[in-house]
């Protein structure tokens, strides 16, 4: 149950989905279930603005334990977006039609959407991302990721971005395979901060208050990690 998994930090869709209905409910944001006997799954549907839509946050939660990455591929979709992947046999009380979100950059974004600055930061293929709000249709780049290496070859993941977000004193903190940076983002200058990972790159990142956790990887897989370290920013 959502107990368990906040106890453990691993559960199955039902747990994904009680949690996720708990935290909309704290905030008096409508929440209902869909579920699919086929797909033996569970997911939710959330009212906006008086319109409805699907948000299935287990299929978001991304194969692999890689800190700070997320997905929002499942978010705030059509019924007909939910065919395309969950299949036709799935049951709801509520239709979903309204089709504002269904060409929306978020969609595609790998990391948390975070705010400061009176503008909306997220991260989008290897794209620091700045947009005015989450509908502006034409966000702008701040900072450009290089590709992710494989530690000790040349190889790299041409698509794969594993750079995490955070925001502390309205300052963003994000991470390259092999550096920490700090990058205002009223002027862009970005600043390197002083320690480095050892033995692997840097695959995730977290920021909570003043500690950002981080893990070191040879590469993606899971048999590669290093360790998880967590620092203490000044």
Not at 45 to 66: E, K, L, Q, R, S
Not at 111 to 139: E, M, Q
Not at 166 to 180: A, I, M
């Amino acid at each position: 149950d959502m107990h368990a998994m906040l106890a453990t930090g691993t559960g199955v869709c039902q747990a994904y989905t009680l949690l996720y209905a708990e935290l909309l409910r704290r905030f008096d944001i409508p929440v209902t279930y869909a579920h699919s006997l086929e797909l033996n799954h569970i997911w939710n549907v959330v009212a906006i603005d008086g319109m409805t839509y699907h948000v299935d946050v287990t299929w978001d939660d991304p194969v692999g334990n890689h800190p700070g990455r997320v997905q929002h591929t499942n978010f705030l979709l059509t019924d007909e977006e939910m065919h395309r992947t969950h299949g036709t046999s799935w049951r709801c009380s509520e239709t979903c039609t309204d089709r504002r979100f269904d060409i929306w950059w978020l969609h595609s974004v790998t990391s948390p959407v975070v705010f400061t600055d009176g503008a909306v930061f997220a991260i989008y293929d290897r794209t620091l991302l700045r947009a005015d709000t989450l509908n502006d249709p034409k966000p702008v780049s701040v900072y450009e990721y290089s590709p992710w290496r494989l530690y000790g070859t040349n190889a790299y993941y041409n698509h794969v971005c594993y750079a995490g977000l955070g925001v502390r004193g309205g300052k963003l903190y994000t991470n390259t395979c092999e550096q920490f940076l700090c990058i205002d983002p009223a002027t862009g200058h970005t600043d390197v901060l002083p320690f480095t990972p050892e033995g692997g790159y840097i695959y995730g990142m977290t920021l909570d208050g003043d500690t950002m956790t981080y893990l070191v990887a040879k590469d993606e897989t899971q048999g590669s990690v290093v360790g998880l370290f967590a620092v203490t920013l000044d």
